[in-house]
């Protein structure tokens, strides 16, 4: 079996594909698929903004109510590679429906939960669950659409993740401020709704399937990996980084993942292809990722919190939360703008360098960042700029995945990819809140940053894009990107 796809071999015939697919029906297959996946990355931020006002409304304290952030992310970081395999074995628009149906459980469930903080937060690890929802979908678009129609609709579905995540910051900023954040999970049970029915009967199933059986002690030591790694990096900062739970948490991890690849190497049939993702491209694209999620979330965590911060720091706005949340919206908008362009892109230029010119407008908005915050409509501004970045790179990301990987395992390669983005997003949100707790003024009895504590996270976001740039400038180029 090939590692790499031969250009004039593509994933299904292209007699069968165009037997059953019309430009029409493409475009519609791609809007259903899509709109699951964007929902599934609203819920990962729509509560993020509330995250000052759940604490009266549940009874609970704040620490306890950041616990709906994190059910969710190791929820989600558990259920990709998982679902990913099982994608590749039975069937991928089968694993898509079924993780499309955990979002509408969880949902419905949230929707319903009242003020029990308890069945909250089952709900919200359930709809964790369903993360797996944006790499089965570039997956199936992948081996479903024409050549012609692949890279945008890859980059679409893969754009849906920074898209959703800065759309559902003014989203729960809305319904903070003007209505019951319950509602929240009547939208995400209501569109994933939708989406299950729309694919069940639009979509068909992928041509390649392997079968095979699940590796049980490679599901049970992976999924024990993560665990010990999110929860540390989520608590961090409340706990501190030299609790022994920290600590303790960190070195399970480390041993579990020693075990996870010594048991992947012995099997025939393993969860992980440990051949394939040595591979250069692979490792480069990967590593890219990681540092873009970190990129992406920490623009997240440090816009809210700049712009709602009191003028007497002597850089904040005194924002609303919807306020903040909205200085977010340009970053959704210049996602979804120029995710066509990126496809055009990938095809002219080739994806990785596709890639290493979304580093390199990633950069210059961190840049920005730095020098120019005096406005709030510059801060707005940058965050666009930071956006459109991450939108050209995270089109080209699971084109370069999917070249680079046999038929067989890429919905298992894209949720991978789509992992390294997640822990990327804990490792910005651990640091982040580390570096904003350590340099902190006291304004009529509250502590907040100071200014260089931003500054110096704005350094940093601006160090792992240019890095994330050069890593993308050695990947190798794929001889023909109309092939992918």
């Given at each position: ?9 593509p ?69 990709i ?10 069937g ?148 501190g ?5 920290t ?88 996602m ?19 890639l ?23 801060i ?36 991978l ?6 822990l ?61």
């Amino acid at each position: 079996m090939p590692l790499a796809h031969d250009p004039q071999a593509p994933l299904a015939p292209e007699e069968d594909i165009a037997r059953h697919t019309s430009p029409g029906r493409a475009r519609l297959e791609v809007a259903l698929i899509g709109g699951a996946s964007l929902t599934v990355a609203l819920t990962q931020t729509v509560l993020v903004p509330l995250l000052g006002v759940l604490p009266a409304q549940l009874d609970a304290t704040a620490s306890e109510v950041t616990w709906l952030l994190t059910v969710t992310l190791i929820a989600s970081a558990v259920s990709i590679p998982l679902f990913g395999r099982l994608g590749d074995m039975f069937g991928k628009r089968r694993m898509l429906l079924i993780s499309i149906a955990i979002l509408v459980a969880g949902s419905v469930l949230g929707a319903l939960a009242g003020d029990n903080l308890a069945v909250l937060l089952v709900a919200r690890a359930i709809q964790g669950a369903a993360g797996a929802t944006i790499s089965l979908g570039i997956s199936l678009c992948a081996a479903l659409l024409p050549h012609d129609k692949r890279p945008g609709a890859m980059a679409f579905i893969s754009a849906t993740i920074g898209i959703g995540s800065a759309l559902g910051m003014p989203l729960g900023g809305i319904f903070g401020e003007h209505s019951d954040f319950h509602h929240l999970f009547w939208i995400a049970a209501a569109v994933g709704a939708l989406s299950f029915v729309g694919i069940l009967l639009v979509v068909p199933e992928a041509p390649s399937r392997t079968g095979g059986r699940v590796h049980v002690m490679g599901v049970v030591t992976l999924s024990g990996a993560l665990v010990t790694l999110l929860l540390p990096l989520a608590q961090a900062p409340t706990w501190g980084w030299g609790d022994p739970w920290t600590i303790g948490l960190l070195l399970v991890s480390a041993a579990l993942t020693t075990v996870f690849v010594r048991s992947q190497r012995r099997v025939t049939d393993p969860l992980v292809d440990l051949v394939a993702l040595r591979r250069k491209p692979i490792v480069l694209t990967n590593l890219s990722s990681l540092l873009f999620g970190a990129a992406l979330f920490a623009s997240l965590i440090a816009t809210t919190t700049y712009v709602e911060a009191p003028e007497a720091t002597g850089y904040g706005f005194g924002a609303s939360t919807m306020g903040g949340a909205l200085t977010m919206l340009p970053m959704a908008i210049a996602m979804l703008l120029l995710t066509p362009l990126s496809a055009r892109l990938i095809i002219g230029w080739g994806a990785h360098y596709t890639l290493a010119l979304g580093a390199g407008i990633v950069a210059l908005g961190w840049l920005a960042r730095v020098f120019f915050s005096a406005e709030i409509w510059m801060i707005a501004a940058a965050t666009g700029v930071i956006g459109a970045g991450t939108a050209i790179a995270y089109a080209a990301m699971p084109a370069l995945i999917t070249a680079n990987t046999p038929s067989s395992e890429i919905a298992a390669a894209n949720g991978l990819n789509t992992l390294f983005r997640a822990l990327g997003s804990s490792l910005a949100s651990a640091a982040g809140s580390t570096i904003l707790a350590m340099q902190v003024i006291d304004i009529d009895g509250h502590e907040m940053p100071e200014w260089t504590a931003f500054r110096t996270l704005f350094w940093i976001c601006f160090g792992a894009s240019v890095l994330a740039l050069l890593v993308a400038l050695r990947i190798p180029r794929q001889a023909d990107p109309r092939a992918l």
